[in-house]
């Protein structure tokens, strides 16, 4: 299945299972509305499990890993070798997001997209569409043809996790040099001014900070992404992670 197909096929929200389930507040002996925003995610959970009664019982965090060749222009505090540290912790159940996910009662599923000179590890699902991506001041993050392996393999991760149960995922991204591609494709999506999009990260300097402004604002100026295409956005300045 290619992409284009995996997107086709995924389901919109049903929403007769929507209304159903807020008709079903009506019949519990509680005040109208008393819930909030809590009733209106339940809501929305049956309109996606297509289902009058949604659950969450079994769920997980899946996190997107990968390098930013980005890193080479000093965008960041850490050099590229934190991001397969971090994904071995992450497998072994000795990172904040295990700490956090472990008193929801929800699995942690670290993936290699594209950890640069990473070797399998127990515990860390193999996805890798390359060997992390190019240096965005210089050319493409990645071929558009790689982008759009990545986002189907995550789809495909999706599918699989459903066929083993879970019902609620949540996506969560880490690779060092993330917070640059980050705001590189928000500014690129938006419009929006890259000073207003761009953050110290994992804690630059002033110096530091106005670097890595002026390495987005280079990428942008290079690449001139499409934000009416958000394939070429990504491919130009993104990440296998995102």
């Known amino acids: 299945m290619n992409l284009q197909q995996a997107i086709a096929a995924v389901q919109p929200p049903c929403e007769d299972s929507r209304e159903a389930a807020r008709r079903r507040f009506s019949d519990i002996a509680i005040p109208l509305g008393s819930l909030g925003l809590l009733q209106d995610a339940v809501a929305q ?60 009662d929800c699995r942690v599923l670290p993936v290699d997209m594209g950890i640069r000179d990473f070797a399998p590890f127990p515990g860390v699902i193999d996805r890798r569409i390359g060997n992390g991506t190019q240096d965005i001041t210089e050319g493409p ?10 986002i189907l393999a995550g789809i495909e991760l999706v599918r699989e996790q459903q066929a083993q149960g879970v019902r609620l995922l949540a ?30 990260g994992a804690g630059l300097s002033s110096a530091g900070l106005s670097r890595k402004v002026c390495v987005i604002q280079t990428a942008l100026a290079l690449h001139r992404p499409d934000p009416d295409d958000p394939m070429d956005v990504l491919h130009k300045v993104g990440g296998l992670d995102i």
Do not use: H, W
């Open 141 to 150: 993050a990645m071929p558009r043809e790689a982008a759009c392996r990545a």
């Open 171 to 200: 996506t969560g991204e880490m690779g060092i040099g993330n917070t640059t591609t980050s705001a590189a494709v928000t500014a690129a999506l938006t419009g929006a001014d890259v000073y207003t999009v761009t953050g110290r």
């Open 45 to 104: 959970l049956a309109a996606i499990q297509r289902t009058v009664r949604p659950s969450i019982a079994k769920r997980a965090v899946v996190m997107f890993c990968a390098d930013n060749g980005v890193v080479a222009q000093g965008v960041s505090q850490s050099g590229s070798e934190v991001t397969g540290i971090v994904a071995r912790m992450l497998a072994q159940g000795k990172s904040n997001v295990c700490r956090m996910a472990a008193l929801a």
